[in-house]
């Protein structure tokens, strides 16, 4: 009898997408051309990689995405949070098992959300290289007219 309490209050402690989506997800990095640095921030600790690869981040947070390499111009991808069905399916089933504790846990981890797009995926446009500035010509004197004519 005492087991079932203890399994029946962790049930109601924790959020049901909680305990089956976790609170932080993969997200891929891909660009053409590869080998583009791309620098992910919004976590707790900033983190850079180099292109095709991949992070673990926390549903909740706030994520941006910059890729940057020389010769081209650089792009920003902020990405979304989307409560996808699977994410729903696991916030309605507090209401059953894990009540409103569950889905104050859920919705303060994000549990619940994923982040879109995803995979993230970038063409880089090269950089147009700046003309240099064009000075203008003087004008030429006048010619002084010829002796003899």
């Given at each position: 009898?005492?087991?079932?309490?203890?399994?029946?209050?962790?049930?109601?402690?924790?959020?049901?997408?909680?305990?089956t989506r976790?609170?932080?997800?993969?997200?891929?990095?891909?660009?053409?051309?590869?080998?583009?640095?791309?620098?992910?921030?919004?976590?707790?600790?900033?983190?850079?990689?180099?292109?095709?690869?991949?992070?673990?981040?926390?549903?909740?947070?706030?994520?941006?995405?910059?890729?940057?390499?020389?010769?081209?111009?650089?792009?920003?991808?902020?990405?979304?949070?989307?409560?996808?069905?699977?994410?729903?399916?696991?916030?309605?089933?507090?209401?059953?098992?894990?009540?409103?504790?569950?889905?104050?846990?859920?919705?303060?981890?994000?549990?619940?959300?994923?982040?879109?797009?995803?995979?993230?995926?970038?063409?880089?446009?090269p950089?147009?290289?700046?003309?240099?500035?064009?000075?203008?010509?003087?004008?030429?004197?006048?010619?002084?007219?010829?002796?003899?004519?």
């Amino acid at each position: 009898m005492r087991s079932i309490g203890i399994v029946a209050l962790s049930v109601m402690l924790g959020g049901c997408a909680s305990v089956t989506r976790g609170t932080t997800e993969n997200i891929s990095i891909a660009s053409t051309p590869s080998g583009v640095e791309a620098v992910v921030s919004g976590m707790e600790v900033p983190t850079t990689c180099t292109t095709p690869c991949s992070v673990v981040i926390k549903r909740n947070a706030d994520i941006s995405i910059t890729f940057q390499k020389e010769g081209y111009d650089p792009q920003i991808i902020p990405l979304s949070r989307d409560i996808p069905t699977s994410g729903a399916a696991g916030f309605a089933g507090n209401l059953l098992l894990g009540g409103v504790i569950g889905m104050g846990v859920d919705a303060a981890t994000g549990a619940a959300t994923d982040h879109k797009p995803n995979p993230v995926i970038v063409t880089m446009q090269p950089s147009v290289p700046q003309a240099a500035p064009r000075t203008p010509k003087k004008p030429r004197p006048p010619r002084a007219p010829e002796a003899g004519t």
